[in-house]
Structures are given as C-alpha cells and as structure tokens.
C-alpha cells in the first residue's frame, strides 16, 4: 500500500529552505531565542511519537533516554576537553544518540514486556527510579548543580578555523541541521517494514503475533530507535545550553514532551513538529507575559484530549476538508463564526479572571494594578471580577446553546474526514 | 496508614489516576480554608465533601465521554487534569506552603512506650484512618450497596442490563474516592506541610503501592503500603554499604576501583529508589502485583 505512494518533495525543500534561513533572518530577537529550543523539542517529540503513535505504547519516563544522551554528551565534551582531543564536537550528538540506546535497550528489556496501561505503568516506575538515582551518583549526575561543559573544545568541523561552535549562528546550525536529519531518519525509518509491523502491533497485536513478528522484539526495537532519537535530542539540549542537571532525566520533562506530542497530533507524522513548536511557544514566549502559562497549557491539552483526540494536526485536516468543500463551509460559516466568537468571549474572562487572580495570589504587594490586554486593570475594583464573571457566563453559555444548536448540522463534515494513519 | 487509605481507594476505583493525588492536595487546601473560617472540626467534614463533588464533577463532564475511548485516553486526561490542579492551587493560595496545623487539642503526647512518645495527633490519624478503611471493607464486602458497585465495575453491562444507572454509579464511586482522598489530605496536609507539590511526593509512592499490591486487590495494596512503609524506615535507619560488607569480611574494596561509587553506596542513601526498585523488580518476577488477580493481556 505505501509503496505506490510519490515522495512529495515541497515540504521536504521549504522544511530546509526554513532550517537554512531562520538563523540568519532573524539574526537577534525572539525567533532566534525559539530556534534551537524548537529544533530540539521536535526531535524530543518526534522520537516520543515512535513510541506512542507509532507502537500505541504511552511512556511516562520518555525523559530517561534523552537524559542519558545529554549526560554522555556532556561527559565526553569534558573529555574531550581534558584529553585534548582531535575529535569535531559537531560530532557529538551520535554520542547522545548511542547512550539514549544503551538506555533503551537496557531498560527496554524491562517495558516492553508489556503494552498499554501496565507498559505506562512501567515506565513512570523507571522514570521515577532513573530520577531519584540522582543524589546516589554524585559524580555521574552532577549533584545539585549538574555537570556544565564547554562546547568550544575539540578539533574545529572539516579543519576550517573558527567552526568550533563559539558563537550562536553555529550552534544554531548544527542544532538545525541535527535536528532535519533526525527528521527525515525517522520518516525513513517510518518507511521501513519495521514501522510499518509497528503499526500492525499497535493495532492489533495478536494478529502481528499470528503472521510470525514477536510483538515484544518488535515493541523493544521500536523502543531502541526512540530512545537513540531522544539521546540525539538531550544532546543537541547538551551542546545548547552547556549544562546538564538532573531536570533533564526528571518526570516533569517525560510530562512535558507527553504534552508536545499529544497537542500536535500522534496520528500524524508532523503532529509532534507543531506540537513541538506550540510547546515551546507556551514555555518561552507565554512565560514572559503570564505566570500562569502552565494553567494554559494544562487546560489545552485537557480539552484537546476531550475534544480533538488527534490533536492540532487532526484540526488542520478538518479545517482544511471543510475549506475545501465551499458549500459546506456556507452553510455552516455563521455558526462557526458565532461559535469561535463565543469562545472567545469566554476566554477573555476566563483570562481576566486568571490573571486578576494571579496577580493578587503572587504579587499583592506591588499594589492592585494588572495589566492585562494592554490595559491597566485595578484589582481592587469589583467592576473588574464583574466584567471577567460576565463574559466567562456569557460565553460560556451562548457556547453551549450554539453547540446544541448545532449538533445535526456537524455529522456530515466530521464523517467526511478519516482519522489520520500514523505515518 | 495514610497512603494505605488513599491506596484503597486509588485501586478500588478501577481506573488508574493520576489526579487522585491532586485531590489529595486539593483536600488539604479546602481544610485549610475551611478552618480558616470556621475551625478545624467543620473543614474535616466539609473539605472532603466539596472534593468529592469537584471528583464527581470531573467523571460526568470529563471522564464520562472519554470512557469509550480506553484506558489510555482516561490516563491522559488524569495526567493533564493533575497539572491544572496543581496551577489553580497555586492561583488561589500562592506557591509557599499554608500555614495549616491540627488544633491544639491534638497536641501533646498519647502515651509512652519506654522513652518514646506516641503523639496525639499520630493516634488521631490512625483512628481516622482505621475508621474510614474498616467502614469502607465491611460496606463494599457485605452491603447491597458495595456489590452493586463492584459489579458495576467489572462487569458493567450486566449491571446494567439488571436496571442500575451504571454511569451514576461511576460517578458516584469516583466522587467518594475524591471525598475519601481529600479527607486524607485534610488530616495529612494539617500533620504535615501543606504546600503545591505535596500531591506529586505522594503520587509516585501511591503507584508502587497499587501496582506492588495488585491492581484491583484491596488487601494487596494494604500489604504493600505497609511493606514499603517498612522498608523505607528500616533502610533509612542503616547507614551501611557493600563496601563495609565487603570489609567485615576481609576483602575490602579499593578506593580507586572504578564501581568504588556504587559500591560505597549505603542503604540510607539509596532509601528512596528502593520503593521503585521494588516494582521494578515485582513487574518482572510477577507482573500481577503480590495479590493481584490474572489479568487479561
């Protein structure tokens, strides 16, 4: 079935073009802060998705491997740095990659036994096992403070003086150009038989079973593959930000990149991408408006898996079918409109409200003042809780009307878009 | 005692949680402020309730739809709906521990046994605890209640087949679990420290316990609490390592040996692995939990 199926080569060659060009535009400023935290997510994410959309397995400790790829990174930087080695640190990533494999295959050999609840039940245990061994091994984690390394040290890429990644573009590049080959290795790897029995498994175990694949050696592979991905990602992480802390293997990073893959998509292959992309948005960008960005990024992900199970990408899919279909989208444009409109009412409140209360929460000693919308708005004031009250009801309930309202007229659009294959 | 109760109800409820923790956390708040206005007495009562109906609230909106979805679906919204609890406790009460005691009543020691003093308040948690458990084992095992709730919940269509409002029954179940939960957070965030990460200390602990136990086995997750709860004191309490092992019998290890890190090691450092160890080590030799029933693969 998917040998028949044309390579199609545009979003390969912008996805590049985009690689190539981000750094330089946007030379200083706010891109350029997202750009190698993105590159990183995505591989992050990408490789979480072998396991969970790919092999249907949910993982809770996915930050194990990648934390193993950041500290061999790490330690062969600093030993790099002490032996005075001829070896380009460019390089270094392969390290990572091999140690989130050593990682896999080892404690792979443990989950894989089993699949669905109890294999997620497993991995939290790793995880939290990996996690707590960081006060035990001092000289290997690094303590409380982690272990930093210079990226500087070794022998300069291809011999040309100066590529020795000291300044930002480098990093930037390498990070980038790490990050599309990770890409395009899992999309082959994808292409493989042996995605393909991944997806057989996933779906239906015994039956893989029947037509001879060991569901369990097929799981471990799979496993093996995401744990070298994830080990590439900790130690591009590694060589960005030059330090590695016991953070990077701990289980608030397995939740966080649980939540990038799943707000992108598992069902798609470039669902982890954007939800990559949207991740760091909330971690970076929303974190320096809101203190309350996890608040935001916690209700997202609850109301994606109640309402779009597939995710943003699965989003897209429907918007674009019904974009596509231009009576449909007559028929049914005064209801969305007036849906979205309600949506928005209610969001507005309900991040008025927040922010209100927040604010008097965090920093009640500043005085009453917040600014939010780009309006001084008093604390103090019961106008304001009024106003934020208001539109959250209002919205709220004109939203349920609206969807009752239109709950006949959403069957034949949503029936007309197939759930995703996890290609 | 505590986390044996909260065991209870976490395998009990039949659907692995990852909020049941935060419920935990939330009751301790819901104490607080409940004290806060009327005193200690009222909020042990009224914080358990009104968690118990935010737990019902979140099964009929949330879980409910979801239910057909399997078990991964529930787990992940539990996990997302963990983090918003723990970002809404931190909007309404700040991010440093409340100020939540017990009531001076409580105060002072109970009896004591050679020169150790048993405190009050320790003494309260277990009546409490032992209360709650005792009520719940002998409702679930001998009244028309209790079997129509294990019923429901393993073999539903059956159930409902014989006239009972099966989704009312979830979500009444998953409520009194939040309830209970919050009752203990109630007790045990006023004998500790009330603080926003207190449910995620006792959440992967909580885990072991279930999983150690045996899904589904109440007296498997009684054994296990106790079991972990022991292991933990008695490996905190012994300040060896191998290497002294080793010494003690005459062939001590070298300084510069390259596993002298590991080998060095004393128990009470590694204390906190070894409840993860444990289920690492029960997943492998017997994947059921200690009294778990077979399960269907």
Same mark, same amino acid.
């Given at each position: 079935m998917s040998a028949a199926k044309p390579v199609h080569w545009l979003p390969w060659m912008l996805g590049a073009l985009l690689f190539v060009l981000v750094p330089v535009i946007f030379s200083q400023g706010f891109i350029r802060l997202l750009f190698a935290e993105c590159a990183i997510m995505i591989v992050f994410a990408l490789s979480y998705n072998l396991l969970? &959309?790919?092999? &249907?397995?949910? !993982?809770?400790?996915? @930050?194990?491997? !990648?934390?193993?790829?950041?500290?061999?990174?790490?330690?062969? *930087? #600093?030993w790099i740095g002490r032996t005075h080695m001829a070896v380009p640190v460019t390089l270094l990533p392969l390290v990572g990659g091999f140690g989130g494999l050593l990682a896999g295959i080892v404690l792979g050999f443990v989950s894989t036994r089993r699949s669905g609840t109890a294999f997620a039940m497993i991995t939290l245990g790793l995880g939290e096992l990996v996690g707590a061994c960081w006060l035990m091994f001092p000289k290997f984690f690094g303590g409380e403070g982690g272990i930093s390394g210079n990226r500087t040290v070794g022998a300069p890429l291809f011999g040309v003086p100066g590529w020795n990644l000291g300044s930002d573009l480098q990093i930037d590049y390498v990070v980038g150009a790490w990050c599309f080959a990770s890409i395009v290795g899992i999309r082959g790897l994808l292409a493989t038989p042996l995605g393909r029995i991944a997806n057989a498994v996933r779906d239906n175990p015994e039956r893989a079973e029947f037509v001879g694949y060991s569901a369990r050696q097929v799981r471990w592979l799979m496993l093996m593959a995401s744990s070298f991905f994830a080990g590439i990602s =900790?130690?591009?992480? @590694?060589? #960005?930000?030059?330090?590695?802390?016991?953070? #990077?293997? &701990?289980? *608030?990073? !397995?939740?966080?990149?649980?939540? $990038?893959?799943?707000?992108?998509?598992?069902?798609y292959f470039h669902g982890p991408i954007l939800g990559a992309v949207v991740f760091v948005f909330f971690a970076v960008a929303l974190s320096q408006?809101?203190?309350? /960005?996890?608040?935001? *990024? &916690?209700?997202?992900?609850?109301? *994606?898996?109640?309402?779009?199970?597939?995710?943003? @990408?699965?989003l897209l899919e429907h918007a674009g079918v019904l974009l596509g279909d231009v009576s449909a989208l007559r028929r049914r444009a005064r209801v969305l409109g007036a849906k979205a409109a309600a949506a928005l009412i209610a969001l507005c409140g309900f991040i008025l409200l927040v922010e209100m209360t927040y604010y008097r929460t965090l920093e009640a000693t500043g005085g009453s003042i917040v600014r939010v919308f780009w309006t001084d708005i008093d604390t103090g004031h $019961? =106008? @304001? /809780?009024?106003?934020?009250?208001?539109l959250l009801t209002a919205g709220v309930l004109t939203f349920a009307w609206l969807r009752r309202q239109e709950l006949a007229a959403w069957e034949p659009a949503s029936t007309s878009v197939s759930v995703g294959d996890a290609r | 005692m505590l986390s044996s109760g909260l065991t209870l109800i976490f395998s009990m409820m039949g659907v692995l949680n990852f909020a049941h923790a935060s419920f935990y956390m939330l009751g301790a708040y819901c104490g607080y402020q409940i004290s806060q206005w009327l005193g200690f007495w009222p909020g042990l009562v009224l914080a358990p309730l009104s968690v118990g109906v935010c737990g019902a609230a979140v099964e009929r909106y949330g879980l409910r739809a979801l239910h057909t979805r399997?078990? +991964?679906a529930e787990l992940l919204f539990t996990f997302g709906l963990s983090f918003v609890i723990v970002e809404l406790v931190q909007m309404l009460w700040g991010r440093p521990p409340v100020p939540y005691r017990l009531p001076?009543?409580?105060?002072?020691?109970?009896?004591?046994?050679?020169t150790v003093e048993f405190p009050r308040a320790r003494g309260f948690v277990m009546l409490v605890a032992g209360l709650i458990l005792g009520a719940l084992a002998l409702m679930l095992r001998y009244s028309r209640i209790g079997m129509i709730i294990q019923a429901a919940l393993s073999h539903s269509k059956t159930v409902e087949t014989l006239g009972h409002d099966v989704p009312r029954i979830h979500m009444l179940v998953f409520g009194g679990g939040a309830a209970l939960a919050g009752l203990a957070g109630a007790v045990g965030g006023a004998l500790t420290v009330t603080e926003p990460n207190m449910g995620a200390q006792i959440g992967a602990i909580l885990f072991v316990v279930v999983v150690v136990g045996g899904m589904g086995s109440l007296a498997g997750a009684f054994f296990a609490s106790l079991a972990i709860g022991e292991l933990d004191a008695f490996a905190k309490v012994i300040d060896r390592s191998p290497a002294d092992l080793a010494a003690a019998l005459g062939a001590p290890i070298d300084p510069a040996n390259p596993l002298y890190g590991l080998w060095s090691l004393t128990l009470s450092q590694a204390a906190p692995v070894l409840p993860f160890?444990?289920? +690492?080590v029960v997943l492998l030799v017997r994947p059921r939990g200690l009294l778990g029933k077979r399960e269907d693969r």
């Open positions: 969970l &959309g790919v092999s &249907g397995m949910l !993982s809770f400790g996915h @930050a194990v491997y !990648s934390g193993f790829g950041a500290y061999a990174t790490i330690h062969a *930087l #600093n =900790g130690a591009l992480a @590694a060589l #960005n930000f030059e330090i590695v802390s016991a953070e #990077n293997v &701990g289980a *608030l990073r !397995s939740g966080e990149v649980l939540l $990038a893959t799943f707000i992108g998509g598992i069902g408006w809101t203190q309350a /960005w996890q608040l935001y *990024l &916690g209700l997202f992900f609850v109301v *994606l898996v109640l309402r779009a199970p597939g995710g943003l @990408a699965a $019961a =106008g @304001a /809780w009024a106003l934020g009250c208001l | 399997g078990p +991964v001076p009543e409580l105060d002072g020691s109970l009896f004591t046994v050679y160890l444990l289920l +690492v």
